[in-house]
């Protein structure tokens, strides 16, 4: 049998990319060093509590049963690492620019603790040439050379919470400075990924990720344009795209929803946006596609006060069902149940709310708690609004307790009597 080569493995950012990725790991055999700023989940670590839907209190605990998971927010444990690999945030700042803060902070805090033949890692999604334009010459700082004395790769994280998808089943894309950063990432990676997939450099690496949530951006918000039009035409768009999703070939099924949320779909292509204009050059498939995206929470009460007609919204109660991101996480990052809740609020509706991955959210300057779901709190609002479509949750209920239900995710799609259901 062949042997697998041990690495100590630090890990900078133990969220929803960081924390599988640790594990992965470990499972292997591995040493992991966990880094993370956020203290209260350092501290749920160490109380072997979770802070992410796909895991347990005992899947927590599997972590640390070979005492081989060390946690804590300082960067020192980095010049026992092997490998140093960043799965930190790359948001948009408030003019919809980059904003690599933490990446390069985290690049920053590392320095002091850098030596002789260890490889970086950059997991982040970001713009082409992160890796050699910013995180290059912060690491050569110290006097080492990339791909002589250290090593630095770009590998898109893939990771899609919620799913079903087995992460060393995923391949992985990886491309280095040099050759020998190539095949440096190339082997750690190829120790726990079923397939790595080598590309010629960081670059096209990064460009890899931008492309793969690019094109579901785009698609997905030509559903939300086409979703307009079949309003006009009284056209089922669901039932048009499951109908069309029967072709064999040519055809994917992209749907459309109250908005695009989520660290990746609603982010990356701004970032690609920002690098072609940099050049000079425009991108107007994704500019209209943001346009689009950005108008669906107007377009959503929109269809709301339509639907709750002659009675005005500001007389009227919505139930909000389900606020993060997607199905069957708690990731609230980018939701677009913030906006359209917000809009509500403004023109004067009452709102709750319930989400069974969260028990209270700041709208505005209001704190809601959770309203239970039962057919007496329901029977007390004008309207219900599904915006993310969780498993096993009671839409029969919904629909039998509440006078309008309004579906932005077809998740009565199953259910035969929804007179009442209103299906965006």
């Not at 904003?99 to 982040?124: H, M």
């Not at 009284?234 to 999703?245: K, N, R």
């Not at 005005?312 to 809740?341: A, C, F, H």
Request: with cysteine; aromatic share 8%; net charge negative.
């Amino acid at each position: 049998m062949e042997h697998t080569p041990n690495y100590k493995i630090a890990i900078v950012g133990l969220g929803y990319v960081g924390l599988p990725l640790a594990e992965l790991f470990l499972e292997r055999g591995n040493t992991v060093y966990g880094i993370d700023a956020d203290e209260r989940k350092i501290d749920m670590l160490q109380k072997r509590q979770s802070y992410l839907s796909d895991y347990n209190k005992n899947d927590i605990r599997k972590l640390f049963k070979q005492n081989s998971f060390h946690v804590g927010s300082s960067y020192e444990v980095i010049e026992k690492a092997d490998v140093i690999i960043y799965c930190v945030p790359t948001p948009l700042d408030e003019h919809h620019q980059p904003d690599l803060k933490y990446v390069t902070g985290a690049a920053q805090s590392s320095l002091p603790y850098l030596r002789r033949g260890q490889l970086v890692v950059l997991e982040s999604s970001t713009f082409p040439g992160t890796s050699e334009e910013k995180l290059k010459p912060i690491l050569e700082s110290t006097g080492l050379h990339i791909g002589k004395d250290i090593f630095l790769a770009y590998s898109p994280e893939r990771i899609d919470p919620g799913s079903k998808w087995e992460l060393p089943q995923i391949p992985k894309v990886v491309g280095g400075l040099t050759a020998a950063c190539t095949a440096y990432a190339q082997e750690v990676y190829g120790s726990v990924f079923d397939r790595v997939v080598v590309v010629s450099s960081p670059r096209v690496a990064e460009m890899t990720k931008l492309l793969e949530n690019c094109q579901r951006f785009i698609n997905i918000s030509f559903m939300n344009s086409l979703l307009k039009m079949c309003e006009e035409l009284d056209i089922d768009l669901w039932e048009a795209i499951e109908a069309a999703g029967t072709k064999p070939f040519g055809f994917t099924k992209y749907y459309p929803g109250p908005g695009i949320g989520g660290h990746c779909i609603p982010v990356d292509p701004l970032y690609l946006l920002w690098k072609a204009r940099e050049h000079h050059m425009e991108l107007p498939f994704i500019e209209l596609s943001h346009q689009v995206n950005e108008g669906m929470p107007g377009y959503i009460v929109e269809r709301i006060s339509k639907s709750l007609q002659p009675k005005q919204l500001k007389e009227s109660s919505i139930l909000v069902i389900g606020v993060t991101y997607k199905k069957d996480v708690n990731d609230m990052r980018e939701s677009v149940s913030i906006p359209i809740m917000e809009l509500l609020q403004q023109s004067g509706a009452k709102v709750a709310f319930f989400d069974p991955y969260v028990k209270a959210l700041n709208i505005g300057s209001t704190l809601l708690q959770a309203t239970p779901l039962t057919a007496r709190n329901m029977k007390n609002f004008d309207c219900t609004l599904i915006l993310t479509d969780h498993s096993n949750l009671p839409y029969e209920l919904l629909i039998a307790h509440t006078p309008i239900v309004i579906d932005t995710r077809n998740a009565t799609g199953k259910i035969a009597n929804r007179k009442n259901v209103i299906l965006l």
